[in-house]
């Protein structure tokens, strides 16, 4: 069956939503809270405009690094979101971390059309074994109810160097191919909040009780809370982050920004 007109063209906004961020001013990535040793949510909040390194070409590859000290907690979320499942448009709702809204135009030189899209995040299995997780970004344009999808990984990186989390995403040259023929893209706004939490009863050693006159040590049972996302212990004034889009692969663009801060 053929992909309707809106469905192609939120498919191709998706694309082009991650090459704005390297030419937004200011700092698009931010965490509220954003104080030292708390738990937080990410916002990212990208006005689009055009990166002069991508001269039309779309991108094929795009990184988002935070600073060392930012802890993920995956099991914030008891559920994973499968490939079959996402491709269906039929993630658990277990499986959410974030939301948002996407808004673009989509012009062929003679008529221009505005395009409203929904976004939901949903943590994924991981795609290769050195992966923390997967995540699925599922488009839901507002007038026609028509859907697309991008996926992204979650990547373990070591404690030596500047960055603690790295989303990656590499499937972007596929999911270009589907817009349709002599239609642009232009990504106008991006808004995406990620952050989760989940309260799970755990048994835990151990608390001391008083049986039959004699003192006892046992295990109990108690509540905690995960979440998702946790700022580093420190604060000196901001943390770094950093975005890399590639259009080949000898031509990337980057952008190194910051997130302001404060301590307890």
Not at 83 to 91: G, I, L, N
Request: glycine residues 8%; aromatic residues 6%; hydrophobic residues 40%.
């Amino acid at each position: 069956m053929r992909r309707p007109l809106a469905a192609l063209a939120l498919a191709a906004a998706g694309l082009l939503a991650v090459p704005a961020v390297a030419q937004v001013p200011g700092d698009p990535v931010r965490v509220e809270p954003s104080t030292a040793g708390t738990s937080s949510h990410m916002i990212v909040d990208i006005h689009g405009s055009a990166d002069p390194k991508a001269n039309g070409r779309p991108a094929t590859h795009a990184v988002i690094d935070l600073a060392q000290g930012f802890r993920r907690d995956l099991r914030a979320r008891s559920e994973r979101c499968t490939e079959s499942r996402a491709k269906a448009f039929d993630c658990p709702g277990k499986s959410k971390i974030g939301s948002g809204t996407a808004d673009a135009t989509v012009s062929n030189g003679a008529i221009s059309q505005a395009v409203v899209a929904d976004v939901s995040l949903f943590l994924a299995p991981r795609a290769q074994s050195s992966d923390a997780a997967g995540v699925w970004l599922i488009f839901t344009e507002r007038s026609s109810g028509s859907r697309a999808w991008i996926f992204g990984r979650l990547l373990k990186l070591g404690s030596h160097g500047p960055f603690g989390i790295e989303a990656r995403f590499e499937n972007f040259e596929t999911a270009n191919s589907a817009a349709p023929e002599g239609f642009t893209v232009r990504l106008d706004r991006i808004q995406v909040e990620v952050g989760a939490s989940r309260t799970e009863k755990i048994t835990v050693c151990c608390k001391t009780v008083r049986r039959n006159g004699k003192k006892k040590k046992v295990r109990y049972r108690k509540k905690v809370v995960r979440n998702l996302l946790h700022n580093p212990k420190s604060c000196d004034g901001s943390w770094d982050y950093q975005v890399r889009i590639r259009y080949s692969a000898t031509d990337e663009s980057v952008r190194d920004g910051v997130m302001p801060c404060t301590n307890p």
